[in-house]
């Protein structure tokens, strides 16, 4: 076989492969290092503050605003079948379910996860992570181990925050806007909800805390492994873009997948 | 007597198709100053960064006390690893610690030190760099030169035995050269360190110098004391230190 087939061939698929070796080897090294004495308590709480309740405004305006309009779209859909009574169950169902934990984790990435990047980036363009090395100090335990930390606590709590706001929202669209029965709503709301719908949203947002922090982390650490031209200040913006971007679409992806098993 | 502490072997390096060290063969005496001299983009960072391991050689080898460094048993490896310590060419302080966070960094996350242990030793060092009570403040809030004051407290903090100087005075006015050349000077007779200086410094830096490596189209093409160097008729050698080109003449 022609050797330059062989070579076009590798020069395809090895990249990709090696790409995806070494994400996964980043996150196993990183995920490893939270098992690993000394732990990292100071840290992780530093992480928390930024990522969990920094966001904590952000969550509960986007929160409250996925739940109004949810209330308004719903009731005027419902009322035309005379079942507006049902707003308070498909409100708090759609928001418990799916939007709670899908719309959290892109407002996190949005604000934190871009941060995370930005932040890794400009670590290894200016030799800090460098510096680590040859400090003898771990770069992934240093940098990412403490991030995925704080965001596995953050994310399903401001998931809750997210619903909790949104259901208030709905009640708020629903009740005191269009005139809907209070009892009513929260009657469905209670009735509608268990305890596998709850679950299950908290376990999407575990995962998708698991995404969001590794591609930010990772995308932010290799910045310096990129396309001729893409070093410095380019580099870490498109790093910063491809974890925004990545994270999104994995987000959703993820989603698909776990609503798949769950249903 | 000086023992070879540190010895390049026809090292070679190259990035994709760039050829950066082609045969580099470089002696390191324990307790030494050597100074790397070198056009810009030689490959003179490289061949420091070999040394503390952010880059592997292609070929050749490099050998620590007379064993190649890639086969060391891990924890004689590691033992080297940790008696190093290498100062940026910027620094790479952490622009979100604090200075004293800064220069306690290496001792915090790599030893179980008592809090008033890490605090004297940190104190310390401060106070003989001339940085005592700017504890509190971020690297952004102080001058070039004070930033290499942070960075070098940082690298003795240790107590390394070998430190690698990546053009520590790059960026300083001709004041703040004399003192860092003043300070490493005074601190190798201190603490008698091995130190590895990359350097544009010329001849200032020849002051400084015990041995002198001229690293010239990826090979040392001149090695020798400060005499030798300012007497060499070699065109290369001749050309670099007196600012010429010999290939544009």
């Known amino acids: 076989m022609d050797i330059h087939f062989i070579q076009a061939v590798g020069g395809i698929f090895v990249p990709p492969i090696t790409s995806v070796g070494r994400f996964f080897s980043f996150f196993g090294a990183g995920v490893w290092q939270i098992f690993t004495t000394p732990f990292q308590a100071g840290k992780v709480l530093d992480h928390i503050w930024f990522i969990g309740a ?159 922090t590794t591609i930010c982390c990772y995308r932010g650490y290799y910045s310096h492994l990129t396309q001729q031209g893409e070093f410095g200040a380019k580099g870490v913006s498109l790093a910063t873009t491809r974890a925004v971007v990545q994270s999104c679409i994995c987000i959703l992806i993820c989603d698909y997948i776990i609503t798949f098993f769950l249903v | 007597m000086h023992t070879a502490f540190i010895q390049f072997t026809e090292v070679r390096k190259k990035f994709g198709s760039l050829v950066v060290l082609n045969g580099v063969n470089l002696t390191i005496n324990k307790g030494e100053i050597t100074v790397i001299i070198g056009k810009s983009g030689t490959g003179k960072s490289v061949l420091l960064k070999h040394i503390v391991g952010l880059v592997q050689e292609d070929s050749g080898q490099l050998l620590i006390q007379g064993e190649p460094l890639n086969r060391l048993p891990r924890k004689k490896a590691l033992q080297f690893q940790k008696s190093m310590s290498y100062m940026f060419q910027d620094n790479a302080l952490f622009d979100f610690l604090t200075v004293f966070d800064n220069i306690a960094l290496p001792l915090k996350e790599t030893s179980r030190i008592s809090p008033s242990i890490l605090k004297e030793k940190v104190h310390t060092r401060m106070s003989q760099l001339s940085i005592e009570g700017i504890d509190h403040k971020y690297p952004s809030e102080l001058s070039g030169g004070m930033r290499k004051r942070v960075a070098l407290a940082r690298a003795l903090v240790t107590n390394p035995e070998v430190i690698l100087f990546d053009e520590p005075t790059a960026g300083l006015d001709p004041v703040r050269k004399k003192n860092v050349h003043h300070m490493i000077r005074e601190y190798q007779k201190k603490f008698g360190f091995t130190a590895v200086i990359v350097s544009h410094d010329i001849p200032e830096i020849f002051d400084l110098a015990q041995h002198i490596a001229f690293l010239d189209e990826g090979i040392i093409a001149f090695e020798g004391s400060k005499q030798e160097i300012m007497e060499s008729d070699m065109k290369s050698v001749h050309g670099f230190i007196r600012g010429k080109d010999i290939r544009n003449e």
Do not use: C, H
């Not at chain 1, 079942?83 to 990435?109: D, K, N, Q, Y």
């Not at chain 1, 941060?115 to 003898?136: C, F, K, P």
């Not at chain 1, 469905?188 to 969001?212: C, E, Q, T, Y």
């Open chain 1, 54 to 212: 920094k966001s904590i405004f952000i969550i509960l305006l986007t929160g409250l605003f996925t739940g109004m309009v949810l209330g308004l779209q719903g009731y005027y859909t419902l009322v035309t079948f005379g079942s507006e009574a049902a707003l308070g169950g498909a409100v708090s169902l759609t928001l418990i379910r799916e939007l709670g934990p899908v719309l959290t984790a892109i407002m996190i990435t949005a604000r934190a996860g871009s941060a995370m990047a930005a932040e890794i980036g400009v670590m290894r363009m200016s030799e800090q992570i460098d510096a680590l090395v040859t400090m003898q100090i771990n770069p992934i335990r240093f940098v990412f181990t403490p991030r995925i930390v704080a965001a596995v606590l953050s994310f399903p709590l401001l998931t809750a925050l997210f619903d909790i706001v949104g259901v208030f929202g709905g009640y708020l669209s629903g009740s005191l806007l269009l005139g809907m029965n209070e009892a009513v709503y929260m009657d469905k709301v209670i009735r509608s909800v268990n305890l596998a719908d709850i679950w299950g949203g908290f376990f999407k947002s575990l995962v998708f805390a698991l995404v969001v």
